[in-house]
């Protein structure tokens, strides 16, 4: 390729879901502000195959690669690949730039621990590697209030199923969702997922969230609203994950080697919906105490303004806060203005001095000195390290 001409880069990744688009809309950005080539994107559903153009020769293909024959189709063109999959298929490896599942597990767990659930399950699909990462890292972060996370498996991803499919897969839903000990907080493998357990519960007349609670664990944003209740979602970072994998296809198409491990990109937080809007606490008053703190997160509270919305004693309060969180009710004051100051600056282009403003934090002095004490990076470096530029 003569250094003069612009590069042709595929971009073979599913473009009908939230998470599709977030990950072109960040190729895009790298190419804006750094690639300068010709993209040719593949619009296409989660069940189309992967395919480039007649007789296409680039110099650069990232795709979304869940198959040996995928591999294989795009491995015989010659491009420089990356591959922006999760699954891992023994024998190819490509470059990766993926979603980190395992602290995508975690997250769900904190969101759900911190609405004082002990009973957890998962609803996802079987003998699946990848999928396994992420039941464990959400297994393992509720073990200690939860010896066995029940795990129900199906073994279609298709949201495109059959009709007597369908009706079978949510018969076998209901059942089990009758069967778990309630009030329960369960985490979906997708939005399509979550959203079939909303139906179930439906149709079994099992309350979300009162009985149920449901976490998705991506958040396509158009199918999650369109649920009723609306559906919870991790924030999954496939915008960064496009830029990264952009990034390190220009190094590649460049000549520069690639990294020998996966590079491996956590999610940027919860966008909490209807489906996980409860608290699973007995105490009227620890609930009230715990929902007050969580709806005046931009403000500067202190525990004296909790006592005075919630009218019990401040030993009685510290007590209950202990035994169902784990922290004083000052550390979760910390911890809801800490997790609200995140997710300003991964999700928008605020200025530092509003963030924390917008967080409850009294100064932008204070703001960033407690910000680096408990995320060991400045506020601006945090914000670069989430969304990648």
């Not at 199923?161 to 076998?172: D, E, V």
Request: proline content about 4%.
């Amino acid at each position: 390729m003569a250094k003069s001409e612009m590069p042709h880069v595929a971009v073979l990744v599913d473009t009908a879901t939230g998470w599709g688009r977030r990950l072109v809309r960040g190729i895009i950005d790298y190419n804006r502000s750094h690639g300068s080539w010709y993209l040719w994107i593949q619009s296409r559903g989660q069940e189309t195959p992967i395919s480039l153009p007649p007789r296409w020769r680039g110099e650069g293909i990232i795709a979304r690669i869940g198959s040996r024959a995928a591999a294989k189709k795009i491995a015989t063109n010659g491009a420089s690949v990356v591959n922006i999959s999760a699954i891992e298929i023994k024998g190819v490896d490509f470059p990766r730039v993926a979603t980190d599942l395992s602290a995508a597990g975690r997250m769900g767990a904190e969101h759900l621990l911190d609405r004082g659930f002990v009973h957890f399950a998962y609803y996802g699909l079987k003998n699946q590697s990848f999928v396994n990462r992420h039941y464990r890292g959400f297994a393992d972060a509720v073990s200690g209030v939860c010896k066995e996370c029940a795990f129900y498996g199906t073994t279609s991803e298709s949201v495109s199923r059959k009709r007597a499919a369908w009706s079978s897969q949510q018969k076998g839903l209901v059942r089990w969702l009758k069967k778990l000990a309630k009030p329960v907080a369960i985490v979906a493998w997708t939005t399509e997922f979550g959203r079939e357990i909303i139906h179930a519960c439906r149709q079994a007349g099992i309350l979300v969230p009162e009985q149920v609670a449901v976490l998705a664990a991506d958040d396509d944003d158009l199918l999650c609203e369109a649920c009723t209740p609306s559906l919870s979602g991790i924030r999954l970072s496939s915008e960064q994950i496009g830029y990264k994998a952009a990034k390190l296809l220009d190094r590649m198409m460049r000549g520069h080697k690639p990294p020998k491990k996966s590079i491996f990109v956590a999610p940027t937080g919860i966008t909490a919906r209807q489906s996980t809007d409860t608290l699973a606490v007995d105490d009227v008053d620890l609930a009230r105490a715990i929902a007050f703190i969580r709806g005046h997160a931009s403000e500067a509270i202190q525990v004296s303004d909790v006592l005075r919305a919630v009218p019990v004693s401040r030993r009685l309060l510290e007590r209950h806060f202990q035994q169902l969180l784990g922290r004083s009710p000052a550390q979760e004051i910390r911890r809801v203005r800490m997790e609200r100051a995140k997710q300003l600056l991964a999700e928008t282009t605020m200025v530092i001095p509003d963030v924390a403003a917008a967080s409850g934090f009294g100064s932008p002095e204070h703001f960033a000195r407690v910000f680096k004490s408990q995320v060991g990076q400045t506020p601006l470096k945090y914000r670069f390290s989430i969304r990648g530029h």
